[in-house]
Nanobody, 124 residues
Framework: QVQLVESGGGLVPAGGSLRLSCAASGLTFSSYAMGWFRQAPGKEREFVGTISYGGYSTWYADSVKGRFTISRDNAKNTVYLQMNSLKPEDTGVYYC?????????????????WGQGTQVTVSS
């Protein structure tokens, strides 16, 4: 049974930082690209960024580029999302997801497994 469990969310003032973690189990972690998505209240879930299965390549949404960094530790089956210079518009539930194969990294439908999400709230 595949499980992705996010942690590290919380309430932070604008300009602050948070580090999210996503611990994976039940899959060969190093064979999956890992993505982060978020969903703001009243909005659709959107792509935040992704990291290749080996950790050598990352891609980000323009809205977070330069502020967020994705990394992974395949020995710990964990992917991280370091979020700096947070803005109120970064508020939302953050999800990690795992993707096998060569489907588009930008699309939700490409991802095979999802976590339950962790809430991030950035106060102004």
């Amino acid at each position: 049974q595949v499980q992705l469990v996010e942690s590290g969310g919380g309430l932070v003032p604008a300009g602050g930082s948070l580090r999210l973690s996503c611990a994976a189990s039940g899959l060969t972690f190093s064979s999956y690209a890992m993505g982060w998505f978020r969903q703001a209240p009243g909005k659709e879930r959107e792509f935040v960024g992704t990291i290749s299965y080996g950790g050598y390549s990352t891609w980000y949404a323009d809205s977070v580029k330069g502020r967020f960094t994705i990394s992974r530790d395949n020995a710990k089956n964990t992917v991280y999302l370091q979020m700096n210079s947070l803005k109120p518009e970064d508020t939302g539930v953050y999800y990690c997801a795992a993707k096998a194969g060569g489907r588009s990294r930008w699309l939700e439908a490409s991802y095979d497994y999802w976590g339950q999400g962790t809430q991030v709230t950035v106060s102004s």
